[in-house]
């Protein structure tokens, strides 16, 4: 017998149409790339992602054909996110962080049909339009103004002249909820990088979810500042969760230093804030010698690499904020576990409330998580045996876009490439990393694509690239290296050599000059290994 119940396919465009009913006035505040500062309302949002939607429609963009965007957090980007998905189309969501070459091979991989870019990405649209053919519409997030004459990109456009002329009346359509919704690449571990396609249906469950008291507790009575990029993983759900309890949203543009984050969110009450800890650290270095204080600022959740003891402790102590520990990654939607306590841990010490908070969390419901040995075999919940850990649920990947990489999962789990340890009250706690990556600043930087630079240098023998800690950006990658047999080679040359060959923050701080790597029985490069021998080792660029 089926429950007699209706049936409503949970779409995006459902987020936006209920934002502006029922929370038409609350704020989305924004720092323009220009400088000035942006406001106006969800209202007004809704209005022009039906602008939005109406352009694509007056170009005859077929449905599910891709949307990309090179932008910061601010109002248009978060229009693009209402208007494109909404209407049928996916939102690519690029990093512009990465390499000319690697941008430029990600958005011929996902087949975009139209580039939307915020001016501070100019020269990057120049530099990679010519190996983007099938990219047919250029649009400037800019005024109609502010368009460059002589820019030399066919077919650009301004935004606001592009969304402008059409009607704010839009008939959002109506169809299958696991249609796909958006789009996002993440490094591959091995070889070119692969995208997550997520659905409407999985990003409307991951939005409910994610605005749980115990996962990211947003609501109509919070200002809340995603310091976390809308290009990276759609800023963790947060534009999607606040459209759903009706939240003020106040972005950053690309202002992330100390100051500007810090100014915005005195001048915006912003109470909650979300980003990795890189960017807290800026924060934080701002406001200490400066003697500051928050006057509205209570949480902060903090994710994307693992969060220093020390931040939680100088933001609690400090400047009464809690911090919320989060882990999650992009094949995730992102959203994997929160570290919020428990009832019965509120009467325990600070000192072992804090050995908790350390952990990466608790798993949210539609997330279920289990650690597994080499054998496959699952292993005890007793917050000692670290094992493979492996996800599943309704907004988790099953199969990589164009099926890159072949069937990712596991007995029906998805393997995380973290090793992790889970206690008996369920928190996880990550104690090590199984995939070949490095996580510097929250990006990703493939040890292969650095290694296999070195290894096109003609006096290199070989190359390994591994991770090591960095006070500011978490991890940062050196290279390993043995030379040819007679060659010569110094550091700075390899060095150079990295020059235009990869995304300047992706060449590695050090060369270290070994004469073997160890090896394991099927001959591949112990990594393992080569960190304990290299346990003493100090980065150069790490006092
Ligand atoms: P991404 O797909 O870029 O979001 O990266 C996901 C990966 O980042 C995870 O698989 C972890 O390796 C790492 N990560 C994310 N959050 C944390 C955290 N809180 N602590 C440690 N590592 C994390």
Known sequence: MLGLMQSQPLLISSLIEFAQRHHGDAQVVSRRVEGDIHRYTWREVALRSRQLANALD????????????????????????????????????INPRLHPDQIAWIANHAQDKVLCFDMSFLPLVQAIHARCPGIGKYVALCDADKLPADSGIPNLVSYEAWIGAQPTAYEWPQFDEN??????????????PKAALYSHRSTTLHAYAAALPDVMCMSARDSILPVVPMFHVNAWGIPYSAALVGAKLVFPGPALDGKSVYELIEAEGVNYAAGVPTVWQMLLGHMKPNKLRFSTLKRTVIGGSACPPAMIDA?????????????GMTEMSPLGTLCTLKNKHLTMSTEDQMKIRL?????????DMRIVDHDGKELPWDGKTPGDLHVKGPWILREYFKGEGGDPLVDGWFPTGDVATIDADGYMQITDRSKDVIKSGGEWISSIDVENIAVAHPAVAMAACIGMRHPKWDERPIVVVVKKPGAELTREELLKFYEGKTAKWQIPDDVVFVDAIPLGATGKMLKTRLRELLKDYQLPTAG
Request: charged letters at 15%; proline letters at 1%.
């Open 58 to 93: 007056a170009m005859k963009l077929p449905f599910s054909e891709r949307v990309a965007t090179l932008a910061w957090n601010g109002y248009r980007h978060l229009e693009l996110y209402f208007g494109v998905s909404g209407s049928g189309r996916v939102l690519h969501t």
């Open 179 to 192: 249609t796909a919704s958006s789009m996002c690449y993440t490094s591959g571990t091995t070889g070119n």
């Open 315 to 327: 933001f609690r102590d400090d400047y009464g904020v809690e911090v919320l520990h989060a882990w």
């Open 359 to 367: 952990k990466q969390g608790r798993a949210i419901y539609g997330v």
